[in-house]
């Protein structure tokens, strides 16, 4: 019998799932390699990229640092998981529509990771470009957008579109 195997019954995009795993293994590599789920992609496994980058109970992690042992009883919600049948998330359309990716291996994390700058901005988090953190506002502006999002790398340089989709998602403007 194999060693340091523990089991996790956690909900991934809605569907209960419990497997046995290696307590080593990352929510990526079980997401990728246990439920089939590719989506989620692994561009360093050291937590530099933002490739991973998944929401946990609606906040976003990097799943490369998240042993999937900890996760008993949690939500994961993956790019898989964003489109409702064949109705994209508004923030999957308005990638598409303004040219948010290249090659595409960055944009899961990009897109998950923006869901939840937009829920975090929602209930008025600040962060380092905020210039006056005792006030709170909802508003995000571009810099903001920026800031928020530089976890996310993308060596294909969509950052521009990145900021238009999200912030067209977040303003409502269309
Ligand atoms: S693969 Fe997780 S941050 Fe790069
Ligand atoms: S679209 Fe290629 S790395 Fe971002």
Do not use: W
């Amino acid at each position: 019998k194999a060693q340091n195997v523990v089991k996790v019954a956690f909900q991934v995009n809605g569907a209960a799932q419990t497997l046995e795993l290696d307590s080593r293994v990352v929510l990526l590599d079980a997401l990728r390699e246990h439920l089939a789920l590719t989506g989620s992609k692994k561009g360093c496994d050291q937590g530099q990229c933002g490739a991973c980058t998944v929401l946990v109970d609606g906040q976003r992690v990097l799943s490369c640092l998240t042993l999937a042992a900890t996760l008993g009883g949690r939500e994961v919600t993956t790019i898989e998981g964003l489109a409702k049948g064949d109705q994209l998330h508004p923030v999957q359309a308005a990638f598409i529509k303004h040219d948010g990716f290249q090659c595409g291996y960055c944009t899961p994390g990009q897109i998950c990771s923006a869901v939840g700058v937009l829920a975090e901005a929602q209930r008025g988090h600040v962060s380092h470009v905020t210039g006056d953190v005792r006030k709170t506002t909802t508003r995000l502006t571009d810099d903001e957008i920026k800031e928020r999002m530089s976890g996310n790398i993308c060596r294909c340089g969509a950052y521009p579109g990145i900021v238009a989709a999200v912030q067209e998602v977040h303003s409502g403007r269309q």
